[in-house]
């Protein structure tokens, strides 16, 4: 549970597992996958991320720890623009117990964008990370795990609860979402599924992609910084530039990235499917929260909110 105190596990593990005798910890605002924690230790701050593996999600954003933090730890290119990953004692790159999974970095002295608007120097920073990451080469053997198969999963389980909206099972709040908005779920899915065969019969061209970019996967320190990396793929550029073509700041954006990639270009098929597989996962990860994640009243209440939003979002665009 979100609210529970974690604080005496916190240090225990960061004694235990990295040798760390902490002078002080502080939660902080955590994101959708894991809980925040700003560390003390011997003169220096670091941040760790706590995973509970208790929560339904949890396996779904530590699958990938052994891929996708030996790959930033061996792109010289992204050196400083990611947080520096800090070993445990083991000598791997994460942590764990029967309960926790944890992640150690170094810390960034700044704030996360969150939901402001990228500045032109910011969006310019961001295109030229991006045309540094897509441009590697060499990394196929390793991101082989993580090679895009436009999968979509999630289609058939939100089916699956829009057909099985009236029983009992389902509270009484999250069926009249389910209700209201029923039609324009179908629409979501019977598109993103014909989409995601279109891509599967395709020869797109595939680079390492971070595949989360937003406001709060941004941090602003000294610079630009791109947080993580769970979603690392090797996939088709538009992965990464879905949530990004329509910002202000977006022609600054492509002018910096195509000085990396001057030959680049943007295929608005493939952007599509990436545009509505991320608000069909959003729909189910928030409904899959509810209904299968012991959750206090406060994160219930903001999980439901984001369950509704994004319904009531998906409705005005397949009113268009």
Known sequence: MRNENILEPVCGILK??????????????GGWSARAFRVEAE????????????????????ANLGIYLPFLASVKELEGWTPRTVPALTGRLWA?????????????????????????EQATQL??????LHRLKGFDKMLEPVREAFAVPFCKELREILESREEPSIPEDVREILRK???PLNWLTDMLDASAARQKARE????????DIHGWNLMQGEHLYLIDWEGLRY?????????????????????AYCREQPDAAIDPDCLEFYQLRRRCEDIWEFAARILYDR?????????FAGFAGECSALAEIFQE
């Open 204 to 211: 797109l061209p595939f680079v390492p992609c971070h595949t």
């Open 181 to 183: 908005y029923a039609e």
């Open 16 to 29: 235990e597992a990295y040798g760390l005798s902490p002078a002080g910890v502080t939660e902080q605002k």
């Open 295 to 303: 959750l206090d009243e406060k994160t219930r209440q903001e999980s």
């Open 96 to 120: 764990e117990n029967d309960r926790f999974l944890t992640i150690l970095a170094d810390y960034i002295e700044g704030r996360d964008l969150g939901g402001q608007t990228l500045s032109r």
């Open 127 to 132: 295109g030229t990370i991006l045309g540094w």
């Open 235 to 255: 996939a088709p550029m538009e992965a990464d530039f879905f949530a990004l073509t329509g910002l202000p700041q977006f022609p600054a954006l492509w002018e």
């Open 43 to 62: 003169g220096r701050r670091y941040f760790l991320k706590v995973y509970d593996k208790e929560e339904s999600s949890t396996a779904q954003w530590t």
